[in-house]
């Protein structure tokens, strides 16, 4: 059932990648271009989707939109994740006040109205990626400390790890060597669970205006205009990005739920072997 | 945040001979529970519910001492980063003149200002006159801070407070049908239809409503509070306010509706169900009176975490619907980087939804005396 729901989720994402990558490439025509005298066409052979209110054509323009806003996400998830592994397995490995300070700072994360601190710092630092991508990653990684820390918890308790402490390995090598690698399944879970989230955050961003440049079409700043196209009447600026921005956040997060469920399955206990 | 400690113990002896059909094996326990309740060294019922409430003082006593620091925290780091900011101030304070005013000039202004001073004598200062009691002055909305938040308060709060209502009440109706007959044709609609909504964003949302009702059936109202800046009024303000508090409850739906549907679900398999089942209690009562009261605690629990989320609804739909409320005020005040208004409504909205999952937490640990107070 979860392969079944891992290929499905995984042949639309492939879709919709190469959609992103292959039709910037081929249509041959550079989406920043405007030709006023196409604004505003509705959808038809020649402009599948539409056009904008700049007679750009929006079938290659979400194409670029989904390219960049994935690659912003992917960015931040990555970010995300490192910093939670790091933090996870620090507390979970050293235990005592190392461990009750990042939980304590977990806690004070998460209770913050996360997407709004994001508005304010990026609105300071207005058209920076690095601003962007941090705002998401540094609100973002506790999720996942707190599954690696309990990972770690776990972890300590199997016999690999008594049989490597036997063997006479250090504290240090036990740590890089054995628990670290470890944790790599929780972590691209984690990767993939992060990425819708910071799709939404990414395009909420660039819809108020604070994230990346107009002329840098991502799914946020598409919506951003289709704003105003929708006061003339133009449906199709609206219906589009979005129809994409909910194809791909639902995609991402049935592929992470289901990867979940194939890369930990129930294990049976290593001491029944 | 709260945790179930474990599945038993609800209510110890609270509920002595609900069930008409005990059994007689039951029967030889009786004298010994019975016994247990009145004894001289057990507790009582009511010391029970009197350490509890100790308990639950003690875990708001750590969260407000939690709340000062990371406030503190917040506000700094906010004060740094807008120092740290590419962007002039000046640029803000003079408007069009900052390009005709010479660079002598400038400097004089911001020494006034008080521009050139480090990040900490800046928040220093904000935090003086913070506690006494001046909020500073908005330069984006040419009012005092007090003022604004004062006019524009209010709006939100009728938002923001009719949203959430609505939405707690369609997510406990529907999450509790769907629920009791998980797997049904209701079940799995309602289901879909959260899933796809959860991959929406509450801007998304806005837009769609907007050009549905507003622009194409012309029906309601596509922004503001009144039609053509007049007064307004309670009936223009109900019609103004059906879209943006529809939308705002629609965007928090998702996420209650599948919380109160799962613990209904894992309630209908808990042993105090099978028991009150096989006593032979008419379903509608094992729902109402069994199922949906466990259910309500994790319900609480989850309006208390999604505080935030509500909180950057509020500031989506009130930014698109042009709704005169402080939420929107927010995107104004960062747009200008206006720092009086900015810092103040940011830490503000911190604290509130801070305080506001620690009374969803008092809630829930008052309700469900099963739930730890460690949090």
């Not at chain 1, 992103?20 to 405007?34: K, W």
């Not at chain 1, 931040?76 to 235990?95: E, K, P």
């Not at chain 2, 209701?186 to 899933?195: P, W």
Request: a positive charge.
């Amino acid at each position: 059932m979860a392969r079944r729901h891992l290929v499905v989720a995984g042949s639309v994402l492939a879709v919709v990648v190469l959609y992103a990558v292959l039709v910037p490439l081929l249509a041959g025509v550079d989406d920043r271009v405007t030709d006023f005298a196409q604004a505003r066409q509705a959808p038809s052979a020649e402009h599948l989707f539409g056009t904008d209110s700049a007679g750009r054509d929006l079938f290659v323009r979400i194409a670029s939109g989904i390219r960049t806003s994935l690659l912003v996400a992917l960015l931040c998830a990555l970010l995300a994740t490192v910093i939670g592994v790091v933090v996870g397995v620090a507390a979970g490995f050293w235990g005592g006040w190392p461990d009750r300070l990042v939980m304590r700072t977990t806690d004070a994360v998460n209770a913050l109205p996360h997407l709004l601190l994001g508005i304010v710092i990026v609105a300071m630092f207005r058209g920076s990626l690095l601003a962007i991508v941090l705002s998401i990653a540094l609100t973002h990684w506790t999720q996942v400390a707190r599954i690696v820390r309990s990972e770690i918890l776990s972890l300590r308790q199997r016999p690999f790890v008594d049989a490597a402490v036997l063997a006479g390995a250090s504290r240090r090598q036990v740590a890089v060597r054995h628990l670290v690698p470890a944790t790599a399944p929780q972590a691209l879970i984690a990767v993939v669970l992060l990425l819708p989230h910071a799709v939404w955050h990414e395009s909420t961003l660039s819809f108020l205006g604070f994230g990346l440049p107009p002329h840098e079409p991502s799914l946020g700043t598409l919506l951003e205009e289709a704003r105003s196209s929708l006061l003339l009447g133009g449906w199709w600026t609206l219906v589009f990005p979005a129809a994409v921005l909910v194809v791909v956040t639902l995609a991402v997060a049935f592929a992470g739920q289901a990867l979940r469920k194939v890369v930990t399955p129930p294990q049976p206990s290593e001491l029944r072997l | 945040m709260t945790t179930v400690r474990d599945g038993r113990g609800k209510r110890p002896a609270a509920e002595p001979g609900t069930g008409p059909a005990d059994g007689p094996a039951r029967t030889s326990a009786r004298p010994d529970a019975a016994s247990r309740t009145a004894g001289d060294d057990a507790p009582s019922v009511r010391d029970l519910r009197r350490g509890r409430h100790r308990d639950v003082w003690g875990m708001v006593r750590r969260r407000l001492l939690f709340i000062v620091p990371v406030t503190g925290l917040v506000s700094a780091g906010l004060f740094a980063a807008a120092k740290y900011s590419p962007f002039d101030p000046l640029v803000g304070y003079l408007g069009t003149r900052y390009m005709t005013t010479t660079e002598a000039d400038k400097a004089i202004i911001s020494e006034q200002l008080g521009l050139d001073q480090p990040w900490y004598a800046t928040y220093w200062g904000w935090l003086q006159d913070l506690f006494g009691g001046d909020l500073g002055r908005s330069r984006s909305f040419s009012q005092p801070v007090a003022q604004v938040i004062a006019e524009r308060l209010p709006w939100t709060l009728l938002l923001a407070g009719a949203g959430l209502a609505l939405a707690v009440v369609v997510a406990l109706l529907l999450g509790i049908t769907a629920g009791v007959r998980s797997g049904g044709l209701v079940d799995r609609a309602v289901t879909a239809v959260c899933v796809v909504v959860q991959g929406l964003p509450p801007f998304v949302l806005s837009l769609a409503a907007i050009a549905v009702f507003a622009l194409t059936l012309g029906w309601l109202p596509a922004a503001g509070l009144s039609d053509g800046g007049s007064d307004p009024t309670a009936g223009g303000v109900l019609r103004h306010m059906l879209l943006p508090v529809v939308v705002l409850a629609i965007s928090q739906v998702p996420w209650l509706l599948l919380a109160v549907r799962e613990s209904v679900v894992t309630s209908k398999g808990e042993d105090f169900v099978a028991g009150a089942v096989s006593r032979g209690i008419p379903t509608g009562i094992v729902t109402r009176r069994h199922i949906v009261p466990t259910s309500l605690a994790p319900f609480v629990n989850i309006v208390g975490v999604r505080l935030p989320e509500l909180v950057v609804g509020a500031v989506l739909v009130e930014e698109v619907f042009s709704w005169p409320g402080v939420a929107g005020a927010i995107v104004t005040s960062a747009r200008d980087l206006d720092m009086a208004l900015l810092a103040f409504l940011t830490i503000g909205t911190t604290v509130v939804v801070m305080v506001g999952s620690l009374l969803a937490d008092v809630v829930v640990a008052l309700m469900d005396p099963r739930v730890s107070t460690d949090g």
